[in-house]
């Protein structure tokens, strides 16, 4: 499975978009990039899933570029209810479920 | 439509104890699995069930930890005896066996403090 690297921590403010990448240089040409968001206290909810170019819900936008090395989770207009762990994981489409140590988001008022 | 289920959702035990957690899936959800997260860490999947047959626990500590699954719907995990390093929470999470996205459903957790 491909490791994924990403940021430990990043703040921002109220009303911004964030953009969260992550890299995983190693992807698998049948794997696919998962998102996972974590509150405190509660488990994981997924986010988001891509294989490439360009993946939006209601939710988030998943970018990713034509070689697959990286990918970026963007969250337009944040608010306080924002701020959680952020998972980014590589593996195939109904695969196990390898997570990092995340991204932890402080969104600031 | 509910959730996935688990009980207690915190426990304080010593060393050398044993403990069960319980966990109740989403209806109709094959698969279930059991997660260890300690704090400051990503969840660390224990074992993985299809129905009620082991699919993976290639990292459950069967020296100490144990799982099943009867019936194929409810499941619980032991722990006897407990460690001081067993201090996390349990999460488990349910998926169905179709479905396009690999989005398991995690349940809140039970919280284990080993003294």
């Known amino acids: 499975l491909a490791k994924t690297t990403q940021p430990i921590s990043m703040d921002s403010y109220e009303g911004q978009e964030v953009n969260i990448t992550c890299s995983h240089n190693?992807?698998?040409?049948?794997?696919?990039i998962t998102w996972y968001q974590q509150f405190p206290s509660q488990g994981p909810r997924f986010i988001i899933q891509?294989?490439?170019t360009k993946v939006t819900n209601e939710v988030a936008s998943l970018f990713i570029p034509a070689d697959r090395k990286s990918s970026t989770l963007s969250l337009p207009r944040v608010s306080l209810s924002d701020t959680a762990v952020y998972y980014c994981?590589?593996?195939?489409?109904?695969?196990?479920?390898?997570f990092g140590q995340g991204t932890e988001l402080s969104v600031k008022p | 439509e509910a959730g996935v289920a688990q009980s207690p959702r915190y426990k304080i035990i010593e060393k050398r104890q044993s403990v069960a957690f319980w966990c109740n899936p989403i209806?109709?959800?094959?698969?279930l699995y059991w997660y260890q997260q300690i704090l400051g860490q990503g969840p660390k999947l224990l074992i993985q069930?299809?129905?009620?047959?082991?699919?993976?626990d290639s990292q459950l500590p069967k020296d100490r930890f144990s799982a099943e699954r009867l019936k194929g719907v409810d499941s619980t995990l032991k722990i006897q005896p407990a460690k001081l390093e067993d201090s996390a929470v349990y999460l488990c999470?349910?998926?169905?066996?179709?479905?396009?996205?690999?989005?398991?459903?995690f349940g809140p957790g039970t919280r284990l403090t080993v003294l």
């Open positions: 999470a349910s998926r169905t066996v179709s479905g396009g996205y690999n989005e398991q459903f």
């Open positions: 190693n992807i698998a040409t049948n794997d696919y």
């Open positions: 891509g294989y490439k």
């Open positions: 994981l590589v593996g195939s489409r109904r695969g196990k479920l390898i």
């Open positions: 209806s109709g959800h094959a698969t």
């Open positions: 069930f299809q129905n009620n047959g082991v699919v993976d």
